[in-house]
Nanobody
Framework: VQLQASGGGLVQPGGSLRLSCAVSGFRLDSYAIGWFRQAPGKEREGVSSIAGSDGITVYADSVQGRFTISRDNDKNTMYLQMNRLSTEDTAVYYC????????????????WGRGTQVTVSS
């Protein structure tokens, strides 16, 4: 089982990035998925999640209206489109998956990617 996150990098404030998380070892179809981030000196925080059953999405207040979580079950991949990035979005971003949505919300998911660095700086 592997979750491979990619798409991070250096971007200027106001710019955009799209993170991808390719999943291997299980089918993503029925899983709840989530994106988390951890900035230096801060605790890991939930950014967004999407339920496996009904596709309902949830966003942290800090990213609402700027970030979009999605999934492509055919490609077994999840995404996080990030727009209007600010320096406060600088962090390592992690993807996660679990059959139980509550575990995503509690950041206790069974499967985690290694993380991809996003740096927003001019």
């Amino acid at each position: 089982v592997q979750l491979q996150a990619s798409g991070g990098g250096l971007v200027q404030p106001g710019g955009s990035l799209r993170l991808s998380c390719a999943v291997s070892g299980f089918r993503l179809d029925s899983y709840a998925i989530g994106w988390f981030r951890q900035a230096p000196g801060k605790e890991r925080e939930g950014v967004s999640s999407i339920a496996g059953s009904d596709g309902i999405t949830v966003y942290a207040d800090s990213v609402q209206g700027r970030f979009t979580i999605s999934r492509d079950n055919d490609k077994n991949t999840m995404y996080l489109q990030m727009n209007r990035l600010s320096t406060e979005d600088t962090a390592v971003y992690y993807c996660a998956a679990d059959l139980i949505l509550q575990k995503i919300k509690q950041a206790t998911a069974e499967y985690w990617g290694r993380g991809t660095q996003v740096t927003v700086s001019s």
